[in-house]
């Protein structure tokens, strides 16, 4: 209902990365909690912790949304600022959720058709739907398709996009511990000479590992001029988000597909 009503005013709907869930339900819990204290007095400390926590993501997700700062905008235009090229061809954006980076490229380069692909799990409120109202509300929508697949084993034949991008992604992907083998998936559908520039949580080592090993294997798997970019450290990025699983250990790896030499072929 209420997605129908943003469509009937073609309001863009490009979600926000802190859902609901995460301020509703320690919330709750803590004010459930805390009618309890008269009688536990000592239930005051865990009711007042969750209390906080609801609060932390409120504001964490007002700080996202356009209503807010808006950084979730600016976090994504970083990712657009390592493609270098005719900016023609083919882009992919691999977890496109409600198409905000995939529709961002294609507005940046206007000969570039896109295509944003998810698997818009129960996780999101994402859609392809959703996808195709903001595509179109944003004047690209005969140039971006969007499609479902599963970053872990993309749907697309090896070089054949010009470009790959990613956001906040990987991190996700579950049933796969080593997001870098992500990486790698990624460069299987980027030609050679082509562009990609990926942004997650490089530094959390839970999900990635050593980053300069991460690096390193990028090379065989064919990534050259690669370099990583700390946005963390970026000025659009408040102290109060810098926690790790928040954008505290973001970065993007960028850089280009090697050209195969005549010997390869
Ligand atoms: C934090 S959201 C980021 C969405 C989007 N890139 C953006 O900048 O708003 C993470 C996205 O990863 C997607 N995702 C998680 N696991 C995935 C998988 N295995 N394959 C494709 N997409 C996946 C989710 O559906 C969700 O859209």
């Known amino acids: 209902m209420k997605d129908r009503k943003k469509a009937d005013e073609g309001e863009l709907d490009y979600g926000n990365w802190v859902s609901l869930k995460l301020i509703y339900v320690p919330g709750a819990a803590g004010l459930a909690i805390l009618i309890l204290t008269p009688l536990v007095p000592l239930l005051l400390v865990p009711s007042l912790v969750l209390i906080a926590i609801s609060s932390y993501f409120a504001y964490a997700r007002h ?25 023609k061809g083919r882009g ?6 409600n198409g905000a980076l995939a529709i961002m490229l294609a507005k940046a ?58 956001n906040f992604t990987f991190h996700e992907v579950r049933g796969v511990r080593d997001k870098g083998s992500l990486v ?22 839970s999900a990635y590992g050593d980053l300069d090993a991460l690096l390193d294997k990028m090379k065989d798997w064919g ?43």
């Open 109 to 166: 380069y206007p000969e570039m058709m896109v295509v944003g692909m998810d698997y818009w799990g129960k996780d999101w409120g994402y859609s392809s739907s959703a996808c195709e109202r903001n595509a179109s509300i944003e004047g690209v929508g005969d140039r971006v398709t969007f499609q479902r697949g599963d970053a872990a084993s993309l749907p697309f034949e090896d070089d054949s996009f010009d470009v790959v991008v990613s």
């Open 184 to 205: 790698q998936e990624a460069l299987r559908v980027l030609r050679p000479g082509g562009w990609f520039s990926i942004q997650d949580l490089f530094l959390l080592k």
């Open 63 to 87: 700080l996202f949304s356009p209503r807010g700062k808006d950084i979730s905008r600016q976090v994504r235009r970083m990712v657009l600022t390592n493609i270098g090229g005719q900016g």
């Open 223 to 265: 990534a050259e001029d690669t370099r990583f970019i700390e946005t963390r450290n970026s000025e659009i990025v408040p102290w109060s988000l810098k926690l790790p699983f928040m954008l505290g250990t973001m970065g993007i790896v960028a850089g280009r597909k090697r050209a195969r030499s005549v010997l390869e072929e």
């Open 92 to 97: 992919l954006d691999i977890g496109c959720g």
